[in-house]
C-alpha cells in the first residue's frame, strides 16, 4: 500500500525554546520525519528561538545532532538531512528582554501561515504572547501552540487561558496533549463513529465497565523535583486520562469538525461526579536494589507526591449512569503500556450452563505498545469433546492490517504540528475544556492535602499499592493484566 501524504501550505515555524529538551527530541526530529515524507512544502522554514547565542550554522549542526540522535524511522538519508537542516534558522532572543525581537520581526514572513511554538516554561507564555503582538509579528490568522503543563490548579489555568487571550483568539489557541495525536486514539473515533456495530452497545445496558490504564516503566529520574509539585493526578490524570475518557464516554458529535468534537468532550468532564475518595488508591515506588525509592529521587524524604493512582469515576448522564470508569497511571510498574479497555457485559442468559464460565466480550484499544484494537470474542473450542468455550483475539493491529504503511504513521507530535499547519484544531483542547478538567480535580487533590494523606507504598515493577487492586476486588471486578 502506498502512503498517502498530503502537503501543507507554505509556512514560517518559529519554536521558542528551540535549543530545550522538547525541541530536540520531539519537534525538529518529528518535522525532519514529515520533511522526509514529503509533507513540507519547498519554502518552508522552521526558526529557533532561545537565549542561547548560536548563529545559523552553529544551530543548524545542534539540530543536525538531535536528528541523529532521535530520529530512527523515516530517515531519508543525510543528503537529505543537508536539505531540511537549509530550512531552518535561528534568533537569539530573550522572551523577557528585548534583544531579538526586530531580528525576528524581520524574519518571520507575513504571506504565508505563520506558527509560533511556545516550547518554554509557562511563565514565559504571557511574555512572549505580549512582545508577538508589541513587535507586530502575529496577525489574526497567526496560531500559536502551548505545551503541557497547562497550569496546577483551575485558577493559574485560567490565569494561563487569560493571559494568551488578550493576544489571540481561541480560534488561534493550539493545546497540545499528544495522547490526542495518537493514531489509535483517533481511530477508536473511527472505531465508534465510523462502524454500526459498536454504537449501540456503547452505554450503560450492554457495558460493565470502562478500564483505561497508562503505566509506565520509568521514574521520576532527573525530574524528581520538578514532578514532586505534580504527581500523577496533576501530570497524567487531569490532561492524558482525561482526554482519552472523553473520547470514549462522549456522544457522537454532529460532525467531524473541531468544536462539534470539543463541545462533547467538555459535556463528558462537566458530567463527571466528584470523585469518591473511597475509591482513589494513591502510591509512591518504594527503593528496589540499585534503584532508588521515588523519595529519593524527589530529594524530598517525606514526599507525599504520588507516583500512582488508580480511581473509580462515574459520569452522570443517561448514557453511562452506573457505569464505572476506572482509570490506573503510574510510574516504575511493571510493563510499558497504554490501553483503555471496554468491558462489556455478559450475555444475558447462558445456554451453555454455569459451567461454561464468564466470557464477556472485551474491545481493547491499545495505544502503546504496538498500537491497535482488539475485540475479544467468545467462540467454541475446536475438535471433539462437546461445547468448550474459549476467548479469542478478533485483532487488528496497525502494523499487520496496513503493512508497510503502518510504518509511515507519524508519531503524535508530528501529526499535530502539521494540524497546527493545517488550521485543524480537533485534536487540541481548548480552553474551557482544560478549566472544566482543573474544576474536577482540583477538590480530590486539596482534600488529600487537607488531609495530609500519605500514598500507599509499592514495588518497583509491580501493577501499584495492593489497595488498588483491593478497590476493584470490592466491586467484584479485577484489573486487565499488564503484560509484559
Ligand atoms: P527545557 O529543556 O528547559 O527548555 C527550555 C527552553 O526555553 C530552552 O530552549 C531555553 O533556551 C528556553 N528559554 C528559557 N528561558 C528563556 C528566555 N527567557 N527567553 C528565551 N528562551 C528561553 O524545557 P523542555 O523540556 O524543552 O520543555 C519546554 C516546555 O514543554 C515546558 O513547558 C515543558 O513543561 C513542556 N513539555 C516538555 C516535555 C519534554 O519531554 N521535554 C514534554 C511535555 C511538555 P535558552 O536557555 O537557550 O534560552
Not at 511563565?123 to 502575529?138: N, P, Q, V
Not at 488550521?423 to 487540541?428: R, S, V
Amino acid at each position: 500500500m502506498v502512503s498517502r501524504v498530503i502537503p501543507v501550505d507554505d509556512f514560517d515555524l518559529v519554536i521558542f525554546g528551540g535549543t530545550g529538551d522538547l525541541a530536540r527530541r520531539k519537534i525538529l526530529p518529528g518535522l525532519y520525519r514529515r520533511f522526509c515524507a514529503g509533507q513540507m512544502p519547498d519554502g518552508a522554514r522552521i526558526i529557533g528561538a532561545a537565549r542561547t547565542d548560536y548563529d545559523t550554522d552553529g544551530y543548524r549542526q545542534f539540530i543536525r545532532e538531535a536528528i541523529e540522535e532521535f530520529s530512527e524511522k523515516n530517515d531519508c538519508g543525510p543528503e537529505r538531512i543537508d536539505a531540511f537542516l537549509h530550512r531552518l534558522d535561528y534568533v537569539a532572543i530573550d522572551a523577557k528582554g528585548t534583544g531579538g525581537w526586530p531580528v525576528l520581526a524581520q524574519k518571520v514572513r507575513r504571506n504565508v501561515i505563520n506558527a509560533f511554538y511556545f516550547s518554554v516554561g509557562p511563565s514565559l507564555f504571557g511574555d512572549i504572547a505580549e512582545r508577538l503582538h508589541a513587535y507586530d509579528i502575529t496577525d489574526d490568522d497567526s496560531r500559536i501552540v502551548v505545551e503541557k503543563p497547562f497550569g496546577r490548579d483551575l485558577a493559574s489555568a485560567r490565569q494561563l487561558n487569560a493571559v494568551l487571550a488578550a493576544h489571540f483568539d481561541e480560534s488561534q489557541i493550539y493545546r497540545i496533549d499528544h495522547y490526542l495525536g495518537k493514531e489509535t486514539v483517533q481511530n477508536l473515533m473511527a472505531v465508534r463513529f465510523g462502524n454500526i456495530l459498536f454504537e449501540p452497545l456503547w452505554n450503560a445496558q450492554f457495558v460493565d465497565h470502562i478500564q483505561i490504564t497508562v503505566a509506565e516503566t520509568v521514574g521520576v529520574g532527573g525530574r524528581g523535583e520538578y514532578y514532586d509539585k505534580s504527581g500523577a493526578m496533576r501530570d497524567m490524570v487531569q490532561n492524558h486520562l482525561m482526554q482519552l475518557l472523553c473520547l470514549i464516554a462522549m456522544e457522537p458529535p454532529s460532525r467531524f469538525d473541531p468544536d462539534a468534537v470539543r463541545d462533547e468532550k467538555l459535556k463528558v468532564i462537566r458530567a463527571l461526579e466528584p470523585v469518591d475518595l473511597h475509591h482513589l488508591v494513591r502510591g509512591q515506588y518504594e527503593a528496589d536494589g540499585d534503584s532508588p525509592s521515588y523519595r529519593e529521587e524527589a530529594g524530598d524524604p517525606r514526599s507525599r507526591t504520588e507516583s500512582f493512582i488508580a480511581m473509580r469515576c462515574h459520569i452522570s448522564n443517561w448514557r453511562w449512569a452506573g457505569t464505572p470508569f476506572y482509570l490506573r497511571t503510574g510510574k516504575r510498574m511493571r510493563a510499558r503500556t497504554s490501553e483503555i479497555a471496554v468491558v462489556f457485559k455478559d450475555a444475558p442468559h447462558s445456554i451453555f450452563g454455569a459451567d461454561a464460565g464468564r466470557h464477556a466480550n472485551v474491545l481493547s484499544i491499545r495505544l502503546q505498545p504496538n498500537e491497535g484494537i482488539t475485540l475479544k470474542v467468545t467462540i467454541k473450542e475446536p475438535g471433539p469433546g462437546g461445547m468448550r468455550l474459549i476467548d479469542v483475539p478478533l485483532d487488528m493491529s496497525f502494523a499487520d492490517a496496513l503493512g508497510d504503511e503502518a510504518e509511515d504513521i507519524p508519531d503524535a507530535y508530528e501529526r499535530l504540528i502539521m494540524d497546527v499547519i493545517r488550521g485543524n484544531q480537533t485534536l487540541f483542547m481548548r480552553g474551557d475544556e482544560v478549566e472544566a478538567a482543573w474544576a474536577w480535580t482540583d477538590p480530590v487533590i486539596e482534600s488529600w492535602e487537607r488531609r495530609h494523606d500519605v500514598p500507599k507504598p509499592y514495588e518497583q515493577g509491580s501493577t501499584g499499592p495492593e489497595d488498588a487492586a483491593v478497590m476493584m476486588h470490592r466491586d467484584g471486578r479485577r484489573w486487565r493484566e499488564i503484560k509484559v
